[in-house]
């Protein structure tokens, strides 16, 4: 379908026959003013309801609803671990209503998936990392051996 998600109420008029349980987001919140991007979010929690998440990928470091407003609205704003293997980095925050489970207690599927690939993805980077330095100082020693050596 095609609309503009901004005007998410008017856009999915008719459409949905029950609340989604959540809302997965790439629009570009910052090239917007912030209050249409709390617009957004409004009528996202309107159309989900008190447990739904609004999840938004960014390529900020911080959150494109920052906290202070999401508090005034009684949201609250989880942020993931940044995915470095992004070109740019991106980075996940998710949005629930204050009163959300917190984590640890149980979460939707969705919400779970993501945190689970963005930990698996953390994981994978510091790994390459540590390979990739292992790699380096293993390199630096067989030349700093074959000058020793006097070899080329
Ligand atoms: C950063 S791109 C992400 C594209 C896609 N989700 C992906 O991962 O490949 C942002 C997308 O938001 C769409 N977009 C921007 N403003 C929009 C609006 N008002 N309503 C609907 N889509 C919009 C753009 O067309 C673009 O496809």
């Given at each position: 379908m095609r609309g503009d998600a901004y005007r998410l109420s008017d856009t999915l008029a008719g459409v949905l026959d029950a609340p989604p349980a959540a809302i997965v987001s790439s629009l570009p919140?910052?090239?917007?003013p912030e209050a249409t991007r709390l617009s957004l979010l409004r009528q996202g929690f309107e159309l989900m309801g008190r447990e739904g998440r609004f999840i938004q990928f960014t390529y900020?470091?911080?959150?494109?609803?920052?906290s202070y407003l999401a508090a005034g609205l009684r949201f609250r704003t989880q942020s993931l671990a940044p995915?470095?293997?992004?070109l740019p980095p991106a980075r996940i925050f998710i949005y629930c209503q204050v009163d959300c489970p917190r984590s640890g207690e149980k979460r939707s599927d969705v919400v779970a998936k993501l945190l689970r690939e963005s930990r698996r993805f953390s994981r994978e980077i510091r790994d390459e990392l540590a390979e990739a330095r292992a790699r380096l100082v293993s390199s630096d020693a067989g030349k700093a051996a074959r000058a020793k050596n006097g070899q080329s």
């Open positions: 919140l910052l090239t917007k900020g470091v911080k959150s494109p609803i920052p995915i470095w293997l992004n």
